[in-house]
């Protein structure tokens, strides 16, 4: 069993949908949880971090924490074309560990 | 503007040559990364490095593959023999340990291709 199970995808939505991306973990010892975006041959960037479960907001983007269940969200609010990209979350502390990343398509 | 560097942008060679991959990190970062990444296998940490000394390198293949740190504003990842499979983007990776965000910054990658 991977440390950081997260679906491949792809995930195809229509322009101005909600989209939520999710991953579990295995290791109650991480710490932080990040979720990266990664466009087409570049490398991933930094989107948002928590440390905490519950929830964090930025713009259209909400990150979701929940230890107990050790589930972790991102949702995109009116998605956008241009969030087109592929989202890896990563959990971090002793050490990060990444998921797969879940290509998202959002069509025009 | 700061950013991690990574040349060369693209790679393309024949099975049993040598491959050298450079990475300038930001500076200031005290721990640098080295990412293979895949679409079967995602996104896999070779090795890393904090203050240039080698913390972990368990995810390299130890007989062909070798990670250094000359000084502090360069990484190498060295790859000999190369053989079809280590066909991937290889990325570098820099941040600073006491950042508690743990958030690491990527570069443009290096897209390898073994013929």
């Known amino acids: 069993q991977k440390e950081v199970e997260q679906d491949p995808g792809p995930l195809s939505v229509p322009e101005g949908a909600i989209v939520s991306l999710n991953c579990t973990y295995s290791?109650?010892?991480?710490?932080?949880f990040m979720w990266y975006r990664q466009y087409s041959r570049k490398g991933p960037e930094l989107l948002m971090y928590?440390?905490?479960?519950g929830n964090k907001e930025d713009g259209r983007f909400t990150a979701q924490v929940d230890k107990s269940s050790k589930y972790i969200s991102l949702f995109i609010r009116d998605s956008q074309p241009s969030d087109s990209a592929t989202y890896l979350c990563?959990?971090?502390?002793?050490?990060?560990?990444f998921g797969a990343g879940t290509r998202l398509f959002v069509k025009a | 503007d700061a950013r991690v560097t990574q040349t060369p942008r693209h790679k393309v060679t024949e099975m049993g040559q040598e491959v050298t991959m450079r990475c300038q990190p930001i500076?200031?970062?005290?721990?640098v990364f080295w990412y293979r990444q895949t679409m079967m296998q995602g996104l896999e940490l070779l090795a890393y490095?904090?203050?240039?000394?080698?913390?972990?390198d368990s995810g390299m293949p130890k007989d062909r593959f070798s990670a250094e740190m000359p000084d502090a504003t360069l990484a190498t990842l060295k790859i000999q023999p190369s053989e079809p499979r280590d066909s991937a983007v290889y990325f570098c990776?820099?941040?600073?340990?006491?950042?508690?965000?743990?958030?690491?910054?990527f570069g443009p990658g290096t897209r390898l291709t073994v013929l």
């Open positions: 490095f904090r203050n240039r000394a080698p913390l972990d």
């Open positions: 928590t440390y905490s479960s």
């Open positions: 990776a820099s941040d600073y340990a006491a950042d508690l965000t743990d958030t690491q910054y």
């Open positions: 500076l200031g970062h005290n721990t």
């Open positions: 990563a959990m971090g502390g002793f050490k990060t560990i």
């Open positions: 290791n109650s010892a991480f710490q932080y």
